[in-house]
């Protein structure tokens, strides 16, 4: 997966605009507007020079476009790195998201050194829990971040889970 770079512009407006795709998004539903997209890019693009991860494109093998991102992600709110994802409606079920967070997890834990990732989601966004839970993270808490209320799961590496 390629990191996000300024050339996902159209995709990404693309994907944000379906208000199914950001009804589980800090907007809650509301498409993300261009000017919004271009700081979004902006900002993955300087997390990776900051920290070295960041957020990949998930790229369609068969046509070569961008159908998702997937990635990781430092919150100074939280002081915490999570790990974030959007895929098209159209790519949704397929476990395409999954297999991307498993590989940004082992990015983190193998690339970064990190050695705890969380994920959040809204409570009644179910498919990103599965997600959360296919991929090793386990419920901690609920808690409030960005003003909004949101569940709260998380993964160690496992020299963090010997040492407990």
Sequence with gaps: MPPVQTSNFDALVTIWADTEVTRFLLCRGIPVPKERTKIAIASFIEHWEKYSYGVWAIVENSS???IGYCGLRYLDELNETE????????????????????AAVSFGFDNANLN????LAFPDNQASIRVMEKSGFCYEKSISV???????????????????
């Design 64 to 66: 070569a476009k961008m």
């Design 83 to 102: 790990v974030l994802y959007g895929l098209q409606k159209s790519h949704w079920g397929r476990g395409i998201v999954t297999r991307a967070a498993k």
């Design 116 to 119: 705890r990732i969380i994920a």
């Design 146 to 164: 960005f003003n909004l209320d949101v569940i709260c799961y998380s993964i160690e590496t496992k020299e963090n889970e010997v040492a407990k």
